[in-house]
């Protein structure tokens, strides 16, 4: 799994909105700004801590369906002021990780 993770990790990054709330303690999403790339999210805010479950809602642009999907808190650093936290997905349905990969491409091809 490790290494699934360390081959996604070469996925590009690009600046994305996200609805996030921690799996444990249910509630409300809250938005966080971070970036997307197919293995997972990076988002700057108030932090679970590593190891926590965490569920993700974002609409990824030119698709309508709203994708969900779980993640595992991997890693937590500071920057300046501010944490952030690097998500791993655990779970996304297939059609939502498509999405995704279309999404990255499309923005980052060169012209």
């Given at each position: 799994?490790?290494?699934d993770?360390?081959?996604?990790r070469d996925s590009p990054?690009?600046?994305?909105?996200?609805m996030v709330r921690e799996k444990a303690l249910g509630g409300s999403f809250?938005?966080?700004?971070?970036n997307l790339s197919l293995g997972g999210i990076f988002f700057t805010g108030n932090h679970p801590p590593?190891?926590?479950?965490?569920?993700?809602?974002f609409v990824?642009?030119?698709?309508?369906?709203?994708?969900?999907?779980?993640?595992e808190?991997?890693?937590?650093?500071?920057t300046g002021d501010h944490f952030g936290s690097h998500i791993r997905f655990t779970e996304i349905a297939v059609e939502?990780?498509?999405?995704?990969?279309?999404?990255?491409?499309?923005?980052?091809?060169?012209?």
């Open positions: 799994m490790e290494e993770f360390f081959e996604r990054r690009v600046p994305f909105e996200f809250e938005q966080r700004s971070g590593v190891g926590s479950e965490v569920e993700v809602r990824v642009p030119g698709d309508e369906r709203e994708v969900e999907a779980a993640g808190v991997i890693r937590v650093r500071r939502g990780e498509l999405a995704v990969a279309r999404y990255l491409q499309a923005v980052t091809a060169k012209p």
